[in-house]
């Protein structure tokens, strides 16, 4: 699927969210106060696999997850690679994903990071790109779990989020 990396359609945006359930998480961190580390943990906690891929960190463990050094060493094919470093690093990364067999269905490029020639890339091989945007801000704009903080997430819904075991509310996307 091809998309206009300058505005996302919502509805585009939910479907690869529902879709995906694997995900390699490229520039994971094992440090809890790093985005990379909040947005694994987040993904997590919404039923998702997530793969920390960090050389640094390869042979460890981050959240409960081993991470593996680069996107070669993935024992499991992954539905989505998402990539949580600068928009010069992230055309080398997306021709790793690139060389995975099977492919991933997406590449997510983080808050920041856009590498068009990277997307076209990856889109002539069928893949869906998604660039500058985060997974976890999506899924909790789309879910209304950022409504609930007082942002404007601009969907509107009636339904009734329903308690958590744990004593606290968390949406999905799945409900709406």
């Known amino acids: 699927m091809s998309l206009d990396h300058d505005r996302y359609d919502d509805e ?28 694994t943990k ?4 919404r039923g998702y696999q997530v793969i920390p ?13 081993p991470v593996v050094a680069r996107l070669a060493d993935l024992v499991h094919p992954v ?10 690093a992230a055309g080398p990364l997306v021709d790793e994903a690139l060389a995975l067999d099977p492919l991933p269905r997406v590449i997510w490029m983080q808050l920041g990071v856009r590498n068009d020639a990277a997307a076209a890339r990856a889109e002539e091989r069928g893949v869906t790109v998604v660039m500058n945007r985060c997974p976890k801000i999506e899924y909790g ?35 709406r």
Do not use: C, H
């Open 12 to 39: 585009a945006l939910r479907k690869i969210l529902r879709q995906v359930r694997s995900i390699a998480l490229v520039g994971a961190s094992a440090n809890p106060a790093r985005p990379s580390w909040i947005v």
């Open 42 to 45: 987040y993904l997590l906690e």
């Open 53 to 65: 891929v960090n050389p640094g960190f390869a042979g460890g463990e981050i959240l409960g997850r």
């Open 79 to 88: 539905d989505m690679v998402e990539i949580f470093r600068n928009s010069e």
């Open 141 to 175: 704009r789309l879910s209304g779990e950022i409504g609930w903080t007082g942002v404007n997430s601009r969907i509107l819904s009636a339904k009734r989020p329903k308690l958590a075991a744990k004593g606290f509310q968390k949406l999905t996307i799945e409900e």
